[in-house]
Antibody
Framework: QVQLQESGPGLVRPSETLSLTCTVSGGSTSSYYWSWIRQPPGKGLEWIGYVFNSGSTHYNPSLKSRVTISVDTSKNQVSLNLISVTVADTAVYYC???????????WGQGTLVTVSS | DIQMTQSPSSLSASVGDKVTITCRASLGISNYLAWYQQKPGKVPKLLISTASTLQSGVPSRFSGSGSGTDFSLTISSLQPEDVATYYCQNYNSAPWTFGQGTKVEIK
């Protein structure tokens, strides 16, 4: 059974960098799209971006200048870095997997990140 | 970028009613459309991929249809456990945008 587990700080100061890790168990990171998706409190889902096969990435244009998503196949981990955060980046952050030609079939449980001084 | 617009934004229906949610893409996305269900406080769950393919374990009262720009999710007989917010998502071309969500409640 594939499981995704997000980890990282729950509190980040404004202007600093938000860094999260998603550890994948029960399956490989190869040949899947690995994404980060966030959900501000009480709001809808916002797609942050994906990494595919360790090299190909695509990001939400609204976040592109601040975000990096990468995958470490040796550790079976997917990472998110978001620089220069503001209070608007406060959200539950989800890691999710999409097979080719499919929606996201596995999701992590989500981790709340609060941006506050 | 492709925009996904869902309607209605919320609805209230009785148990046993047929419920339909629509999703419109600003550009054609073939059938690269997914539907998710998110119950309060829970993780989104994939219901349907490729516009109409029901995921394993999803009740057969859920169905999806459409292609190109217009899609729909139908619940043939609404049950109390279907109370949730439903999202459509384009995965034809990045950015893989989500619709704004449709909140379904029981009348």
């Amino acid at each position: 059974q594939v499981q995704l587990q997000e980890s990282g700080p729950g509190l980040v100061r404004p202007s600093e960098t938000l860094s999260l890790t998603c550890t994948v168990s029960g399956g490989s990171t190869s040949s899947y799209y690995w994404s980060w998706i966030r959900q501000p409190p009480g709001k809808g889902l916002e797609w942050i971006g994906y990494v595919f096969n360790s090299g190909s990435t695509h990001y939400n244009p609204s976040l592109k200048s601040r975000v990096t998503i990468s995958v470490d196949t040796s550790k079976n981990q997917v990472s998110l870095n978001l620089i220069s955060v503001t209070v608007a980046d406060t959200a539950v952050y989800y890691c999710a997997r999409a097979p080719l030609s499919s929606g996201y079939d596995y999701w992590g449980q989500g981790t709340l990140v609060t941006v506050s001084s | 970028d492709i925009q996904m617009t869902q309607s209605p934004s919320s609805l209230s229906a009785s148990v046993g009613d047929k419920v339909t949610i629509t999703c419109r893409a600003s550009l054609g996305i073939s059938n690269y459309l997914a539907w998710y269900q998110q119950k309060p406080g829970k993780v989104p769950k994939l219901l349907i991929s490729t516009a109409s393919t029901l995921q394993s374990g999803v009740p057969s009262r859920f169905s999806g249809s459409g292609s190109g720009t217009d899609f729909s999710l139908t619940i043939s007989s609404l049950q109390p456990e279907d109370v949730a917010t439903y999202y459509c998502q384009n995965y034809n071309s990045a950015p893989w945008t989500f619709g704004q969500g449709t909140k379904v409640e029981i009348k």
